[in-house]
């Protein structure tokens, strides 16, 4: 018998996409204070969910849903298009769950991540950024697999941008071809976008430096244990072992 209509699904296929979610914060400044904030609120912020480079993700990401404090009124914050973010007030760090909801014509069931909101600096030159009251941003790069996807979800996928592993393949890169907007993460970071391939880059050979650095301490270590073995040894000799005195 025949899968229905719309649950049939490509087998042997995975397409995955890239998106960024974070939060962004900045005090208040004292001359122009929002006039709507509370007396004990410090901060502005927003949180949100953008695709790489501010590409739009509409097409396969219905809506997403904000889970902020439960202090705050209405406290549950669905936002059915793009922009997908929430602004608001704030004095303190909390978590915030982010629902995803997906493309009807997906089929998938919701998907949650947590976030941690970040009103403080952090990093270098904490002081520093407190005085000029800089932003401050924390954001996570993702990507969401659709595994085998259904055939009305495989044509929106590729209708708006590919980036697949499977036996699909081919047809896939026909539907790149045709200039439609891609899922790529960037080879170069720009003003609006750290995550790219030269940010990848950067990031493995600070790790590889770190391992580096790991490794000569371990040898360091393993020295210095060996020269303390070999010390006690030397006084054994000429000193003999201590005796446990009975009581």
């Not at 009103?119 to 990507?143: A, F, Q, T």
Request: hydrophobic share 30%.
């Amino acid at each position: 018998m025949p899968a229905p209509a719309g649950t049939k699904r490509v087998r042997g296929v995975q397409i995955h996409r890239p998106f960024v979610y974070g939060t962004e914060a900045v005090p208040f400044d004292p001359a122009n204070r929002p006039k709507n904030a509370p007396a004990d609120h410090t901060h502005s912020w927003k949180v949100f969910v953008r695709g790489i480079n501010n590409e739009d993700i509409s097409y396969w990401l219905r809506k997403v849903q904000f889970k902020l404090h439960d202090t705050y009124p209405n406290s549950l914050r669905m936002i059915e298009g793009p922009p997908f973010e929430v602004e608001e007030t704030g004095w303190g760090e909390f978590e915030i769950a982010i629902k995803f909801y997906f493309v009807p014509e997906s089929t998938e069931k919701p998907q949650s991540i947590w976030h941690g909101l970040k009103l403080h600096p952090y990093g270098d030159d904490i002081e520093g950024k407190k005085e000029r009251r800089e932003m401050v941003k924390s954001i996570c790069y993702e990507e969401v697999l659709f595994n085998e996807p259904v055939e009305q979800f495989y044509d929106v996928l590729t209708g708006g941008g590919t980036n697949v592993r499977g036996k699909a393949s081919a047809k896939m890169g026909k539907a790149s071809a045709r200039g439609m907007p891609t899922a790529e993460i960037p080879e170069r970071i720009s003003k609006d976008n750290v995550y790219s391939r030269e940010q990848e880059s950067r990031e493995l050979d600070r790790l590889g430096v770190a391992i580096k650095t790991v490794e000569n301490q371990i040898t360091e270590e393993k020295k210095r244990l060996i020269e303390e073995e070999t010390k006690l040894a030397e006084l054994e000799k000429t000193e003999g072992r201590p005796l446990n005195k009975k009581r």
